[in-house]
């Protein structure tokens, strides 16, 4: 079975998040996530990218199905 593991590194899936750190949604690709939540696809992926803490409001990150 694999469990998700967050990285900013793989260009995996799109996490949103409240402020408090609780999962939201999960998108295919920032610019879905951009086109459904009606944040900037850069807000997001500066946020991804550790340069911001919130895009919209919210959290952003990045995840992966990780075999072990």
Avoid: L
């Avoid at 996490?15 to 459904?36: L, P």
């Avoid at 990218?49 to 995840?63: D, M």
């Amino acid at each position: 079975t694999g469990a998700w593991i967050e990285t900013k590194d793989f260009p995996g899936h799109v996490v949103q998040k409240d402020q408090a750190g609780k999962m939201i949604n999960i998108f295919n690709t920032a610019k879905e996530a951009a086109r459904v939540t009606g944040v900037s696809e850069s807000n997001i992926a500066h946020c991804i990218a550790g340069k911001t803490k919130f895009a919209g409001g919210f959290q952003w990150s990045r995840i992966y199905a990780h075999q072990k």
